[in-house]
């Protein structure tokens, strides 16, 4: 059974950063994808940040040059350093990790940007 430990969610002022962390623990193997999506009210799910196992990256549009992922596969921790904050990412944060055909889910972290 996968678990998830999500950190570094809070508040932070327009121009800020916040730094996230997630580990996912329970499993024998490094999964193939961890990154982060996020949900802001009354919005669908997105992409934000995914790192492959083999280090390749993709980022949304909206966080490119702002948002960093990086991860340490041996213990499938994933980071997410979110630097130059805008009020547009307000939204809960999830942790994702895949596995072949799966894919695995955190509970959320709340990132609150506002003056």
């Known amino acids: 059974q996968v678990q998830f430990a999500e950190s570094g969610g809070g508040l932070a002022q327009p121009g800020g950063s916040l730094r996230l962390s997630c580990e996912a623990s329970g499993v024998t193997f490094s999964f193939n994808g961890m990154g982060w999506y996020r949900q802001a009210p009354g919005k669908e799910r997105e992409l934000v940040a995914i790192?492959?196992?083999?280090?390749?990256?993709i980022y949304a549009d909206s966080v490119k040059g702002r948002f960093t992922i990086s991860r340490a596969n041996a213990r499938n921790i994933v980071h997410l350093q979110m630097n130059m904050l805008t009020l547009e990412d307000t939204a809960v944060y999830y942790c994702?990790?895949?596995?072949?055909?799966?894919?695995?889910w955190g509970q959320g972290t709340q990132v609150t940007v506002s003056s």
């Open positions: 994702m990790a895949n596995f072949l055909q799966r894919e695995f």
């Open positions: 790192i492959r196992v083999n280090g390749a990256t």
